[in-house]
């Protein structure tokens, strides 16, 4: 019953000093983004102040899911170091309890924590990223989150060949903002262009809004709508447009499934979602390496770099995570290894170190 009593105590600790950490953490988010967005984008010609609070909000889960892990070590250290400095940890061991024992109240809650990032925090950012890109296209905005990688889209019907570019994409594909067609006759001579102002995938067509077409030697000639006839399916320019980080988690499995069956590759979807399956663990593998520097700082007075060391380490494991993940989306890994690796290495060395300590 007192390991009991005293495993909750200890729970209940880390849980606090979690929440606090993410309190500040989206805090901080919250004033650097919302700054930077309002520079960027107060000369659009829709920008509001309440808009761009309202984007900030939508943006900060797909940003705190990067910080989740760093989140969980510092949450770990912050705990451990607490109940060092108070002679607690002191007191538990003189009650013969190890450090395997009194550590599994962290580990728990290092695991739940991941399991909430996993099942409410991406669903979060998946559905915020869409409507702050649908937010930001209707402000005006030439750019967007995928500006920086251009989808491009290209369809034979009807024996004319049409390749369609979008500056940004909402919806999984289904609408596209600031849009180029491109227009081939069969020897692969360009016809025509149209620019759009937007372009929405009908059953059969595609509807462009606000066209200026261009070719054959005429004027620019504007249209108020044009349409763009097509055999794609939203399916398949979903599967086709659709990045990987942009899915949530729970739609992943059939969307891997889809992407297969259109002949796809399908690394990227699924190294995000091993790594996603493998979060709580890595969140796990975190805690043991702050248990690693944190436990004996107290008692012996190690110095300041002990725990500089630690910070050190929980970055390296990040930046070897995210590392090997883009191996594994590019192909050059596998994705199941890519992302499972690096938290099993991480977690058996956070082992092996911990026993080396305390049990020699």
């Known amino acids: 019953m007192m390991l009991n009593t005293l495993g909750r105590y200890f729970f209940k600790r880390y ?26 984008m107060s000369a659009l010609p829709h920008y509001t102040v309440s808009g761009a609070l309202l984007m900030t909000t939508f943006r900060i889960p797909t940003i705190m899911q990067q910080t989740v892990p760093f989140i969980a070590l510092f949450a770990a250290m912050a705990a451990l170091i607490s109940l060092n400095r108070r002679y607690e940890l002191v007191v538990t061991r003189a009650a013969g309890i190890s450090v395997w024992q009194f550590l599994r109240p962290f580990v728990l809650g290092a695991f739940l924590f ?13 559905w915020g990223t869409k409507k702050a890109e649908a ?15 251009i989808p491009w889209l290209r369809q034979i019907y009807d024996g004319t060949d049409t390749i369609i570019g979008a500056r940004s994409v909402q919806n999984g594909g289904t609408e596209l903002i600031n849009v180029t067609v491109i227009h081939f006759d069969p020897q692969g001579t ?13 059953d059969g067509y ?20 044009a349409q763009l006839p097509t055999n794609l ?19 992943l499995p059939r969307k891997i499934d889809v ?21 709580p663990l890595l969140l796990v593998a975190m ?69 080396h300590q305390e049990d020699g």
């Open 15 to 40: 849980t606090i000093t979690t929440f606090w950490f993410l309190v500040g953490i989206f805090a901080l988010i919250f004033i650097i983004d919302f700054s930077e967005l309002a520079s960027r």
């Open 114 to 126: 991941g399991l909430l990032a996993v099942a409410v925090l991406n669903p979060l950012a998946a």
């Open 135 to 149: 937010l930001e296209a209707e402000w005006g905005s030439s750019r967007s989150a995928q500006a920086n990688s």
């Open 190 to 202: 360009i016809i025509k262009r149209q620019d759009a102002k937007s372009a929405k995938l009908e």
């Open 206 to 225: 595609w509807l462009l809004n606000d066209v200026t077409e261009t070719g054959g030697g005429k004027l620019p000639r504007r249209q108020e709508t």
């Open 233 to 251: 399916k939203a399916e398949f320019v979903q599967e086709r447009l659709a990045k990987a980080d942009s899915i949530q988690f729970f739609e």
């Open 259 to 279: 992407a297969r069956s259109f002949g796809f590759s399908t690394n990227a979807m699924e190294t995000q979602f091993h790594s996603l399956l493998a979060l």
């Open 287 to 355: 805690t043991l390496i702050a248990a690693c520097v944190s436990l004996k700082f107290s008692r012996f007075n190690q110095s300041r770099s002990v725990i500089l060391g630690g910070i050190l380490s929980g970055f390296v494991l990040y930046v070897v995570t995210v590392l090997v993940k883009a191996f594994g989306s590019s192909g050059i890994v596998p994705p199941f290894v890519a992302a499972w690796l690096p938290v099993v290495v991480a977690m058996a060395l956070g082992s092996t170190i911990l026993l």
